[in-house]
């Protein structure tokens, strides 16, 4: 039942007979012949699979995507337009990034080669592209086996922000317009994709056994990694009023599909103590496809964004046909994996007020490598101080410490009343063995984590002694900065 339909480069494609969990990656192998696009990890870290996908309901307009095929299942292509390798050539003559990327030497053996491409692509139809830290971020999600990244930083600055006149155009596209929604059902799995947040709720009680699906760049892995074969699966992605950013005077309204790469070219100067915790929360591709909804419903204990969400204290906007109600995600996450969603409750939105002005944030993430990795501990604060120099509130959470995301209320406690020192920060850092008894695992012992976060703690006071907010510096990527003469 159902038939889906998308473009593959210039061709529209139908396709009837393929199971709801079958993976981009997997059909334009095995099925489209389209063998450029590689597979390397099969979970989103290496990049040999990006692909560009034309999001037709970004804020603003279409706009091209790298993302990584690996984690896309095949029924988030209806209504929608994707581009790989092969199509990039036009007329027998190769795109402006790849020939840019071959002049440059960027290329030795070639696997790894067409996701570098695809990712190039996105980079030369971006016009955001205007620091180095931006390119930088642009590329990491690309492992190269054998070249060597300088000369593909180099092709990389080279084609940034081109808008070469390429005849890949975002507007004027033949499904403009076209309807999302989808019911789609083979192999006794369904896959739905509602226009409405009605048929949503419809949906969703017509299937009890349901999965919610957003950008998949989780879930995907139990497909990939654990072979899981979902039952039924609810894509929202066919609703773009969850993706929306509403400003207003008492702060913001953030709808629960917006993709983190929105959150973050949207919202350095608004909310930089969540921005900060989005640079190093993933790669380019996959900030593309993750939405901040499906990081909180996720709900897991080393989540990036609940630590920040929990210091502002944000609150979640959940409706059912009941209607709705809202949540303070102080009391959203109930336990490892477990939320306060109940049976036909969905996330819409995330309320964050604006924080008072003599607050002062920060937010951190600690992790074995710098680019594309999981924390092993992540922490956010927000304390506010007096003008005498007395902290009168504070907002204390953390990732990786215990079950859930969570705050350390007796750390908050200590500090609150004190002095806005770092003798005041050490004291009280001393209770967070209170507060939390995180497990030992292969990102880090209990010992570990625990004296990262006493530190992170303490680190926070030293940054913010003279200001409410510190910008960290954009540092190189490589490990050696020769300087002078040298």
């Given at each position: 039942m159902g038939v889906l339909r998308f473009h593959v480069n210039d061709e529209l494609v139908e396709i009837a007979d393929v199971s709801p969990t079958r993976t981009v990656l997997e059909f334009l192998r095995t099925h489209h012949r389209a063998t450029?696009?590689?597979?390397?990890?099969?979970?989103?870290?290496?990049?040999?699979?990006?692909?560009?996908?034309?999001?037709?309901?970004?804020?603003?307009?279409?706009?091209?995507?790298?993302?990584?095929?690996?984690?896309?299942?095949?029924?988030?292509?209806?209504?929608?337009?994707?581009?790989?390798?092969?199509?990039?050539?036009?007329?027998?003559?190769?795109?402006?990034?790849?020939?840019?990327?071959?002049?440059?030497?960027?290329?030795?053996?070639?696997?790894?080669?067409?996701?570098?491409?695809?990712?190039?692509?996105?980079?030369?139809?971006?016009?955001?592209?205007?620091?180095?830290?931006?390119?930088?971020?642009q590329m990491c999600g690309n492992l190269c086996r054998c070249t060597g990244y300088r000369p593909i930083r180099d092709a990389t600055h080279a084609v940034a922000g081109a808008q070469p006149d390429d005849g890949i155009r975002t507007d004027g596209w033949d499904d403009e317009g076209a309807d999302l929604s989808l019911e789609y059902q083979r192999e006794g799995r369904r896959f739905f994709t509602p226009g409405t947040l009605d048929s949503l709720v419809e949906i969703m009680e017509g299937n009890p056994d349901h999965r919610l699906l957003a950008g998949a760049t989780d879930l995907g892995l139990d497909v990939t990694k654990g072979r899981v074969r979902f039952p039924c699966l609810i894509s929202l992605e066919g609703l773009p009023e969850l993706r929306q950013i509403e400003r207003t005077a008492s702060g913001w309204t953030l709808g629960a599909m917006c993709r983190l790469a929105d959150l973050e070219a949207d919202l350095p100067d608004e909310l930089p103590i969540l921005v900060r915790m989005l640079r190093f929360f993933g790669a380019r591709q996959i900030k593309n496809r993750a939405t901040l909804g499906g990081n909180l419903c996720n709900a897991s204990p080393i989540g990036d964004t609940p630590p920040v969400l929990l210091a502002l204290d944000a609150t979640l906007v959940l409706r059912s046909s009941s209607g709705e109600r809202r949540v303070s995600i102080d009391d959203f996450f109930e336990g490892y994996r477990k939320t306060a969603l109940r049976a036909g409750e969905f996330l819409t939105a995330i309320e964050i007020p604006r924080p008072p002005a003599d607050a002062r944030m920060g937010s951190y993430k600690v992790s074995r490598r710098r680019e594309l990795d999981i924390s092993a501990v992540c922490a956010a604060m927000r304390v506010r101080v007096d003008a005498e120099g007395i902290i009168t509130e504070a907002r204390i959470a953390y990732g990786g410490m215990a079950a859930t995301p969570a705050r350390a209320h007796a750390t908050e406690a200590a500090l609150i009343g004190s002095p806005y020192t770092e003798a005041a920060f050490a004291e009280a850092s001393e209770q967070l063995a209170t507060d939390f008894q995180p497990l030992s695992d292969h990102r880090g012992s209990a010992w570990y984590r625990g004296l990262v976060a006493r530190n992170l703690l303490i680190g926070f006071h030293a940054e913010t002694a003279g200001q409410a907010f510190v910008v960290l510096p954009n540092a190189p990527s490589g490990t050696v900065v020769l300087g002078g003469d040298a």
């Open positions: 450029g696009t590689k597979e390397g990890c099969a979970e989103g870290d290496c990049g040999a699979c990006t692909i560009v996908e034309l999001d037709v309901t970004a804020p603003g307009g279409p706009r091209f995507r790298a993302v990584n095929s690996c984690l896309m299942l095949l029924p988030a292509l209806h209504g929608r337009r994707i581009h790989t390798v092969e199509g990039l050539v036009r007329d027998g003559e190769p795109h402006l990034v790849q020939r840019t990327l071959a002049e440059h030497l960027g290329s030795q053996c070639g696997y790894c080669t067409p996701g570098v491409v695809m990712s190039l692509f996105e980079a030369c139809h971006r016009t955001d592209l205007d620091a180095d830290w931006k390119l930088d971020d």
